[in-house]
């Protein structure tokens, strides 16, 4: 089993930053693929951003050049640096794990984007 906890939620003004983090334990040595989905009320979870190694990363258009996602291998976590925020990133963010057939998720943390 993989436990996922993310940290770092919170109200933002339009503009501003927040760093999302997400601990992983348990039997992480099978998981290759780390990511941050975000769901809005209303919506579908969709995909924001995944790290594979330090240079294989990826992000949804809508994000590129405002998120970066960054894993510390070392210490088992994965960042998502959220900068210029807008009022469509409000969402509750869940940090996920994935070996290739199974998929582990945290409980979630809301980002809100408001003035």
């Known amino acids: 089993q993989v436990q996922l906890v993310e940290s770092g939620g919170g109200l933002v003004q339009p503009g501003g930053s927040l760093r999302l983090s997400c601990a992983a334990s348990?039997?992480?040595?099978?998981?290759?693929?780390m990511g941050w989905y975000r769901q809005a009320p209303g919506k579908q979870r969709e995909l924001v951003a995944f790290v594979l190694s330090p240079g294989n990363r990826d992000y949804t258009d809508s994000v590129k050049g405002r998120f970066t996602i960054s894993r510390n291998n070392a210490e088992n976590t994965v960042y998502l640096q959220m900068n210029n925020l807008k009022p469509e990133d409000t969402a509750v963010y869940y940090c996920?794990?994935?070996?290739?057939?199974?998929?582990?998720w945290g409980q979630g943390t809301q980002v809100t984007v408001s003035s």
């Open positions: 996920n794990g994935f070996t290739g057939s199974e998929n582990y």
């Open positions: 348990g039997n992480i040595r099978n998981i290759y693929r």
